[in-house]
């Protein structure tokens, strides 16, 4: 991944070279110097926004049947709460 860095006044002047760039990984963009936006390909903002799989989904992946998995049971004990 190739972090890529513009000043504004760059990423007006040659948008194309800040798009082919996002391809290589993100582009920031600078406003008198400091980070103020960040470019990223459709691909990348995609993997970052999707949604969280469920327990239940991972468990479900195919191939998954030689892995070992055997949590120990969770014991909960319930006890008077003590205020001294």
Known sequence: MTITTLSSR???QDTSRAK????EGP???TDRGKPAHVLLSIEEYRRLTKR???I???LAM?????VEFDPPR?????RPA???
Do not use: W, Y
């Not at 082919?20 to 391809?23: E, H, I, M, N």
């Not at 969770?74 to 319930?78: G, K, R």
């Open 27 to 29: 582009v920031f963009i």
């Open 62 to 66: 195919p191939g998954l049947d030689d």
């Open 20 to 23: 082919k760039a996002s391809v």
């Open 74 to 78: 969770a014991t909960i004990v319930i």
């Open 56 to 58: 239940a989904d991972s």
């Open 10 to 12: 760059e990423f007006n």
């Open 82 to 84: 003590d205020f001294t």
């Open 52 to 54: 969280p799989r469920r």
